[in-house]
């Protein structure tokens, strides 16, 4: 099975073009180089990040940055900043604005790269908004975001490690 390497629609093995996008060069692409990892998890990502103090939480994110660069990078142009660089930098600084913004971006990339490949499950940066901002005030609303973003990349990466 191949894949266009510009807007990853499925072809066949035959085929010179794609007929989603024309593009000349497009049976080159039969999956990604490297394996993402699909196992993020609510439980674990508390529980881990209890144990080491928060470091395990700073990881998961930054892997999330990482992955998303890696995922939607070569269809939207876009690149997110990396989340140490907005922990430890820019949140200070801006007291707190940068990482709004961030998590905004973040979550409305996520969200048209799932729509972008298809996968019917719901996230965007009203999500963020929603369950994060808002839900802070009946206390469990930030669990259920981070949980929905690990699940939503989690759904990336397994797709992004079959189709590339």
Request: charged content about 15%; overall charge positive.
């Amino acid at each position: 099975m191949k894949y266009c390497s510009k807007c990853g629609a499925q072809l066949a093995d035959n085929a010179a073009a794609c007929m989603s996008c024309g593009c000349s060069a497009a049976p080159t692409q039969t999956g990604p180089v490297g394996k993402l990892s699909t196992n993020r998890g609510l439980a674990k990502y508390i529980f881990l990040s209890l144990i080491t103090f928060g470091i395990y939480g700073l990881v998961v994110m930054s892997a999330v940055s990482t992955d998303i660069n890696v995922i939607a990078g070569r269809y939207d142009g876009k690149k997110t900043m990396h989340f140490c660089l907005v922990f430890f930098i820019f949140a200070g600084l801006t007291l707190g604005i940068v990482p709004l913004v961030w998590y905004h971006r973040l979550s409305n990339r996520i969200g048209d790269e799932l729509n972008r490949r298809g996968i019917a499950y719901p996230f965007s940066a009203g999500t963020y908004w929603g369950w994060s901002i808002l839900g802070s005030l009946i206390v469990v609303g930030p669990f259920v975001y981070i949980h929905k973003l690990l699940k939503a990349m989690n759904l990336l990466a397994a797709d992004y490690n079959v189709k590339g």
